[in-house]
């Protein structure tokens, strides 16, 4: 059985890309609180790209694998 492997331009993604709107708007998407990802966890997502990275970086970071980001963090 093969383990599913992280796309790397998902993750560049989560460390470039910032937040559009609402409370964190301007975040870097890899620095939104998890209380925040949680909170669209129970109201939903947003539709498209944005919600499919809000969900992957909830998983990660519930999961404890945040750490796989940090490398990322210096590569802008």
Same mark, same amino acid.
């Given at each position: 059985?093969?383990?599913?492997?992280?796309?790397?331009?998902?993750?560049?993604?989560?460390?470039?890309?910032?937040?559009?709107?609402?409370? +964190?708007?301007?975040?870097? &998407?890899?620095?939104?609180?998890?209380?925040?990802?949680?909170?669209?966890?129970?109201?939903?997502?947003?539709?498209?790209?944005?919600?499919?990275? &809000?969900?992957?970086?909830?998983?990660?970071?519930?999961?404890?694998?945040? +750490?796989?980001?940090?490398?990322?963090?210096?590569?802008?």
């Amino acid at each position: 059985m093969e383990l599913a492997q992280p796309n790397p331009e998902l993750l560049k993604q989560l460390v470039t890309m910032k937040m559009p709107f609402g409370k +964190y708007e301007n975040t870097v &998407l890899c620095d939104l609180p998890v209380s925040y990802l949680e909170w669209f966890q129970r109201k939903g997502f947003p539709a498209g790209k944005l919600g499919m990275l &809000l969900e992957t970086l909830l998983v990660i970071k519930m999961n404890g694998l945040g +750490y796989l980001l940090e490398p990322l963090k210096g590569k802008k």
